[in-house]
C-alpha cells in the first residue's frame, strides 16, 4: 500500500493548469511520435501526382512515305494521362531554372530527332529512339528513387510509340502491296480475256510489268549481315531513357545527412536544459533579464557548437561525407545549434518542465513536415502547412546544397531564417524573465524534476 500511496503523491506533485497535464501528454508521446509519423509518411508513392515535374518536348514531327510521325506530341500526351506525376509542360530554359530552384524535382527532354529516329526502326539503318531525365538532389535524394517510377513509365511509353509507328509502317505497306496485288490481278485476267488479240495483248503485258515492278518496289528490302542484328536488337528494346544529375548525392547517407543533422541538433537543445539551467534565478531577481538570458543561453550554446562540430568531424572522417561546400556546412550547423537552443531556453523558461514536452512535440512535428525523406507535396495538408513555418525545414535544405551543391539563395535563406528564429527566441526570453522578477505564489512552488 505504500507504494501505491507514494506513487499517488508523485502524481500530486504535478499542480496548477499546465503541470496538470504533464503525466497525460508523457502518456501520450507514443501515440503522437508513431502516428504523427505514419500519417505523413503513409502513402508517400501514392501521392507522387502531387509532385510538379516538367517534360519539354523539342520533337520535330517527320514525314514517312506520306504519313506525319509526331511521337515528340503521343508522349506528352501519354504522360500527361497517366496521371503518374503532377506534369508540366516547359521549355527547356524554363524547365533547368526551376530544377535548380526546386520548383520541379525532375525534367524530362524529348529530343529533337525522336521522330526521326522512332520512324527508323524498318529503315537499313535504324536508330534507337530516347529522351533524357534530369534530377537535382539538392531537392531531395529520395525523389531520385521515385523517379525510377518515372523512368520505367517512360520506357513503357516510349515502345508503345515505337511499336506503334512501325505498325503502321508495316500496315502502310501491307496495304500498297494488297492494292498492287489486286491491281495486278485484275490486268491479268483481262490479258487472259485478250489472248486471241496480238494487238492488245503486246501492251497489256507492258502494263503487267510495270505494275509488277511497282509492286515489287514496295516490298521492304530485308536487312542483311549487322544491319539485320542492329534491326533485331533495337525491334527488342526500341527506346532509351538517359538520366542526368545536377548535384548528385551518390550515397544514400549522404542524401540522408541533413535530415539526420537537423535531428541531432535539436535533440541537443532538447536534452542540454536537463542538465543546465535555463537561466540563473539571482541574475532575474537583481533586474538584468539581458543578463540572465544570455548568461543562460550561452554555456548551452557553446556545448551545442562544439557537438555540432564533433558530430561533423566523426562524420566526415569515419564516412567521407566529402561535402561540396564545407565551410558552409560548418557554419549552418553551428548556426542552428546556436538558434535551436535559443528556443529550448524560451520554451523551458516559459513553462519550465512542460517546456521539454512541447519541444518534443515540436521535434515530431518537424520529422514530419520539414521535407526530409520524401518531397513535402506527399504529405497531408497539414504537414504542408507546417512546413514554410519550421526552423528545421530550412536547415534540411541548407545542408542539402551545402553537401551536394545548388541553388545560393536558397543557403542564403536557410541563414537568414535560423538567424532570426535564434534571436527571436532570445529577445522572448528576455521578456518571458522580465516578468520572473514579479514574486507569485506559483513561484514559490518547487519546479518539477524528472
Request: with cysteine.
Amino acid at each position: 500500500m505504500r507504494v501505491l500511496r507514494l506513487a499517488q503523491l508523485e502524481f500530486r506533485r504535478f499542480r496548477g493548469p499546465l503541470s496538470r497535464l504533464v503525466p497525460w501528454v508523457l502518456a501520450l508521446v507514443p501515440l503522437l511520435y508513431g502516428s504523427l509519423y505514419l500519417w505523413s509518411n503513409w502513402d508517400p508513392y501514392g501521392l507522387l501526382h502531387r509532385v510538379p515535374v516538367a517534360i519539354v518536348n523539342e520533337d520535330k514531327p517527320v514525314e514517312v512515305e506520306g504519313r506525319t510521325v509526331d511521337g515528340g506530341a503521343r508522349l506528352v500526351r501519354a504522360v500527361r494521362e497517366s496521371g503518374s506525376f503532377d506534369w508540366h509542360t516547359s521549355d527547356t530554359a524554363t524547365a533547368h531554372d526551376k530544377l535548380r530552384n526546386g520548383d520541379y524535382f525532375f525534367t524530362v527532354t524529348v529530343p529533337r530527332d525522336f521522330s526521326a529516329a522512332l520512324s527508323s526502326s524498318l529503315s537499313q539503318k535504324p536508330r534507337r529512339a530516347t529522351v533524357h531525365l534530369e534530377l537535382n538532389d539538392a531537392n531531395g535524394f529520395i525523389i531520385g528513387k521515385a523517379a525510377d517510377q518515372a523512368r520505367l513509365e517512360l520506357q513503357n511509353q516510349l515502345s508503345a510509340a515505337a511499336q506503334e509507328v512501325e505498325l503502321r509502317q508495316v500496315f502502310g505497306q501491307g496495304k500498297e502491296l494488297k492494292d498492287g496485288l489486286d491491281e495486278s490481278a485484275a490486268s491479268a485476267k483481262r490479258l487472259a480475256g485478250r489472248a486471241d488479240d496480238p494487238a492488245a495483248t503486246g501492251p497489256g503485258l507492258q502494263k503487267l510489268s510495270q505494275q509488277l515492278a511497282h509492286l515489287s518496289s514496295a516490298v521492304p528490302h530485308a536487312p542483311e549481315g549487322q544491319a539485320a542484328k542492329d534491326q533485331a536488337r533495337l525491334l527488342a528494346s526500341p527506346v532509351d531513357v538517359t538520366s542526368a544529375n545536377l548535384h548528385p548525392a551518390h550515397l544514400y547517407g549522404r542524401g540522408m545527412t541533413p535530415f539526420f543533422f537537423s535531428i541531432a541538433l535539436w535533440v541537443f537543445g532538447l536534452v542540454g536544459y536537463l542538465v543546465l539551467r535555463p537561466y540563473n534565478p539571482r541574475a532575474v531577481d537583481e533586474g538584468r533579464p539581458a543578463t540572465a538570458t544570455l548568461a543562460g543561453w550561452l554555456p548551452t550554446a557553446l556545448l551545442g557548437v562544439l557537438g555540432a562540430l564533433v558530430l561533423y568531424a566523426v562524420v566526415q572522417l569515419g564516412l567521407d561525407l566529402d561535402a561540396e561546400h564545407p565551410w558552409l556546412l560548418v557554419a549552418l550547423v553551428c548556426l542552428a545549434a546556436l538558434s535551436f537552443v535559443a528556443l529550448a531556453q524560451f520554451f523551458r523558461a516559459l513553462l519550465g518542465s512542460t517546456g521539454d514536452l512541447i519541444l518534443l512535440i515540436l521535434l515530431m512535428l518537424q520529422l514530419t513536415s520539414c521535407g526530409g525523406l520524401y518531397p513535402v507535396e506527399t504529405t497531408p495538408a497539414f504537414f504542408r502547412a507546417l512546413h514554410p513555418v519550421m526552423p528545421m525545414t530550412y536547415l534540411v535544405d541548407g545542408l542539402r546544397v551545402t553537401i551536394s551543391g545548388g541553388q545560393g539563395s536558397t543557403l542564403g535563406l536557410s541563414f537568414g531564417v535560423l538567424a532570426a528564429y535564434g534571436a527571436a527566441a532570445l529577445l522572448a526570453t528576455g521578456l518571458v524573465l522580465a516578468r520572473r522578477r514579479r514574486w507569485s505564489m506559483q513561484r514559490l512552488k518547487p519546479e518539477i524534476q524528472f
